[in-house]
């Protein structure tokens, strides 16, 4: 079950739907973060707390949102850095969102096609006939196309 489910059924479970803030604790308790991670997404400056009460911190209930939110986004594949510039601690889309968006899955999409590649290349090696990759001509092929790009690469 994915945090985003997790918290959302906590919430519903746990929290008096007139229920406005909670503490670290409460908060820790909802989303399965330890305290000293919402610790770190404060100062990261993806969420903040409305004060403190008792020495703890004190957070609105939609926190628990923005968490889920976070969490989508770095399943998304985007860093704490990169969700810090995309939302602020209270939720606001960066006015940029779709073009971060849009490059994050171009960067996706370039990732997949080399982990397909990659996939390829194991499968090959897997049942190649050849007792040595050395002698496989097709391995030797790819290997002497990756040199010639190593070379490329640095010529520029």
């Given at each position: 079950m994915s945090l985003s489910l997790q918290v959302e059924l906590r919430f519903k479970s746990m929290v008096d739907p007139g229920s406005v803030?909670?503490?670290?604790?409460?908060?820790?308790a909802l989303t399965g973060?330890?305290?000293?991670?919402?610790?770190?997404?404060e100062r990261r400056g993806l969420i903040t707390p409305i004060g403190r009460a008792g020495g703890k911190r004190i957070y609105r209930a939609r926190t628990v949102q923005q968490i889920a939110l976070i969490d989508l986004l770095k399943v998304s594949g985007f860093t704490l850095p990169e969700i810090a510039k995309l939302i602020d601690p209270d939720g606001h889309v960066s006015p940029d969102w779709r073009e971060r968006a849009r490059a994050k899955q171009e960067h996706l999409r370039r990732q997949l096609a080399d982990i397909e590649r990659a996939l390829a290349m194991l499968q090959h090696t897997i049942e190649c006939p050849h007792t040595s990759l050395h002698e496989c001509p097709i391995h030797q092929a790819v290997?002497?196309?990756?040199?010639d790009t190593l070379a490329t690469s640095r010529d520029t």
């Amino acid at each position: 079950m994915s945090l985003s489910l997790q918290v959302e059924l906590r919430f519903k479970s746990m929290v008096d739907p007139g229920s406005v803030v909670m503490d670290i604790s409460e908060l820790s308790a909802l989303t399965g973060l330890a305290p000293s991670a919402l610790r770190f997404y404060e100062r990261r400056g993806l969420i903040t707390p409305i004060g403190r009460a008792g020495g703890k911190r004190i957070y609105r209930a939609r926190t628990v949102q923005q968490i889920a939110l976070i969490d989508l986004l770095k399943v998304s594949g985007f860093t704490l850095p990169e969700i810090a510039k995309l939302i602020d601690p209270d939720g606001h889309v960066s006015p940029d969102w779709r073009e971060r968006a849009r490059a994050k899955q171009e960067h996706l999409r370039r990732q997949l096609a080399d982990i397909e590649r990659a996939l390829a290349m194991l499968q090959h090696t897997i049942e190649c006939p050849h007792t040595s990759l050395h002698e496989c001509p097709i391995h030797q092929a790819v290997v002497d196309a990756h040199a010639d790009t190593l070379a490329t690469s640095r010529d520029t």
